[in-house]
């Protein structure tokens, strides 16, 4: 088996995050028919491993065996240089059951000042894993963005961490700006672009 995608083959975007998923559909651009694991009815897997790329292949293959079909998956998350990469693989997690982001940046703010350091610099990193079903084979890349962290928050557009993050060489947070100056620059963008050259034909 030749591990390409074809254009217009169907692909499910193995995630229940809807800023993600825009992002992802927005990435795949037309080239394939896109199937979305909350319209499957796909259970969300536990993410059980200790890396980005773990995750993302765990979570790839679960959706590749429960619809027998090609599957994308990301996992991603914000780490932050003064608290030792935290959240990191746990950036989800730092926003509770509710996903409350606010509560989640407002952490970031807090364990930042308890280290007294003054270094804000973070990045993002994104694992994309492509799983084929049954046990097939599976490629995952990993994509990273540096920059630095504003207090307080700045903007509404993208999600998650996205209003406290400000990329290097940029003015503007991830929150501030339009969903495709974001796509061009992101941890995604640069995941998708490695994922292009291993897979897309
Ligand atoms: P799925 O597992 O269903 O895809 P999730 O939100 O649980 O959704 P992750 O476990 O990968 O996904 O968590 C990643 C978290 O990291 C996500 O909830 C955001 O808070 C944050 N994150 C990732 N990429 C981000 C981005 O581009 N902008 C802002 N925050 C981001």
């Not at 308890?114 to 694992?127: I, K, L, M, N, Q």
Request: glycine share 10%; charged share 25%.
């Amino acid at each position: 088996m030749t591990l390409k995608l074809i254009n217009g083959q169907k692909i499910v975007a193995a995630t229940h995050n809807p800023g993600k998923a825009k992002e992802l559909a927005a990435l795949l651009d037309g080239r394939f028919e896109v199937l979305a694991a909350g319209a499957l009815g796909l259970p969300e897997p536990d993410e059980t491993e200790t890396t980005f790329e773990g995750n993302a292949l765990l979570k790839a293959r679960h959706a590749a065996d429960l619809s027998g079909e090609v599957s994308l998956a990301d996992d991603s998350g914000m780490s932050v240089t003064a608290l030792d990469g935290a959240p990191g693989i746990y950036s989800a997690r730092w926003a509770g059951p509710a996903k409350d982001f606010a509560m989640a940046m407002d952490k970031v703010a807090e364990r930042i000042e308890e280290t007294g350091s003054e270094d804000r610099s973070a990045w993002f990193t994104c694992a994309l894993a492509v799983a084929w079903p049954n046990g097939g084979p599976a490629v995952v890349v990993q994509g990273e963005v540096h920059g630095t962290l504003v207090f307080p928050a700045r903007g509404d557009k993208g999600f998650g961490y996205d209003p406290i993050f400000v990329p290097g060489g940029h003015d503007q947070s991830f929150g501030e700006m339009e969903p495709a100056q974001k796509d061009a620059m992101s941890h995604r963008a640069v995941a998708f672009e490695k994922l292009k050259a291993a897979l897309f034909e």
